[in-house]
C-alpha cells in the first residue's frame, strides 16, 4: 500500500519569504499522480498543484511550484512571496494511475502560519 | 455550476443513535468518494462508490459504517449506534467517469462534522 509522509507538523514564514513543505512517499508504482491540497480554516480542501509522475518537468502555478524527485520519492512545495491568505494545512496526497485504485492517500498534514 | 454538497455541515448525536451524512457531488459527476478526518489529522479514505455500485471499501470500519450511492438522489454515508471515537470531519469528494483519468482531481464539499456526546 502507499503511503504519504509529511515531517513537518508546523512551519511558519515571514509574509513576502519563501517557505518549503516537505512531503515523501512510498510506492512500488511507475505511474502515479501527485497533489497539494490547502485546507483554511473554513475546512474547504482547495487542490493547489498537481505533477504527474511521467513528466520530468516540474509543475508550477503562480507562486506555487514542486520539486519533485522521483527516485527519491520526494515532493515538496515551494511558496514564493508568502500573503497572509496563505496561511492554512497543507496536505500531500498520492493518487494511482491504475483504474479501479484512484482513491487519494493524503499524508498528515502541516500547518502554515504567516507571520505579518 | 454548484460544487459538492454536503449535509447537515454539523451534526451532533448521542452515543448509540444513528447518523447518516450526506453528499450530492458535482453535476456530471458519477464518482464518489468519502474520507474521514480526526482532528490534527489527514484525510484518511473510507470508500468510493459509484452509481449503485461500492468499487473499493477498504477503509471502511468492519461493523457500524455502511455507504450507499442510489441510481437517484444523494449519496449516504451512514454510522450505527456511534461512539465518541466516531467523532470527525467527514469529507465527500466526486469525480467524473474514470475515463477522465485519475490526473482529473477530486473535488470536495465542505465536510460535515459530526460530534458524538
Known amino acids: 500500500a502507499q503511503t504519504v509522509t509529511q515531517s513537518q507538523p508546523e512551519m511558519s514564514v515571514q509574509e513576502a519569504e519563501t517557505v518549503t513543505l516537505s512531503c515523501t512517499y512510498d510506492?512500488?508504482?511507475?505511474?502515479?499522480?501527485l497533489f497539494w491540497y490547502k485546507q483554511p480554516p473554513s475546512r474547504q480542501m482547495i487542490l493547489v498543484i498537481r505533477?504527474?509522475?511521467?513528466?520530468?518537468q516540474n509543475a508550477t502555478e503562480n507562486r506555487f511550484s514542486v520539486n519533485f524527485q522521483k527516485a527519491a520519492k520526494s515532493f515538496s512545495l515551494k511558496i514564493s512571496d508568502s500573503q497572509l491568505g496563505d496561511a492554512a494545512m497543507y496536505f500531500c496526497?498520492?493518487?494511482?494511475?491504475?483504474?479501479?485504485?484512484?482513491?487519494?492517500?493524503f499524508g498528515q498534514g502541516t500547518r502554515l502560519t504567516i507571520n505579518p | 455550476n454548484a460544487g459538492v454538497m454536503q449535509n447537515p455541515r454539523h451534526l451532533v448525536r448521542r452515543r448509540g443513535q444513528e447518523a447518516r451524512l450526506r453528499c450530492s457531488p458535482m453535476?456530471?459527476?458519477?464518482?464518489v468518494y468519502w474520507y474521514r478526518q480526526l482532528p490534527e489529522e489527514g484525510l484518511k479514505f473510507m470508500v468510493y462508490?459509484?452509481?449503485?455500485?461500492?468499487?473499493?471499501e477498504s477503509g471502511m470500519p468492519k461493523e457500524r459504517f455502511s455507504a450507499e450511492f442510489p441510481k437517484e438522489g444523494p449519496s449516504i454515508l451512514r454510522i450505527q449506534q456511534v461512539v465518541r471515537g466516531d467523532s470527525a470531519a467527514y469529507f465527500c469528494?466526486?469525480?467524473?467517469?474514470?475515463?477522465?483519468?485519475?490526473?482529473?482531481?477530486?473535488?470536495f464539499g465542505n465536510g460535515t462534522r459530526l460530534t458524538v456526546t
Open positions: 469528494a466526486s469525480s467524473p467517469l474514470p475515463s477522465a483519468g485519475p490526473n482529473s482531481p477530486l473535488h
Open positions: 510506492t512500488s508504482e511507475s505511474d502515479y499522480y
Open positions: 505533477q504527474e509522475a511521467y513528466k520530468q
Open positions: 496526497a498520492y493518487r494511482s494511475a491504475t483504474q479501479g485504485a484512484q482513491k487519494l492517500v
Open positions: 453535476k456530471g459527476h458519477s464518482h
Open positions: 462508490l459509484q452509481k449503485e455500485n461500492i468499487i473499493d
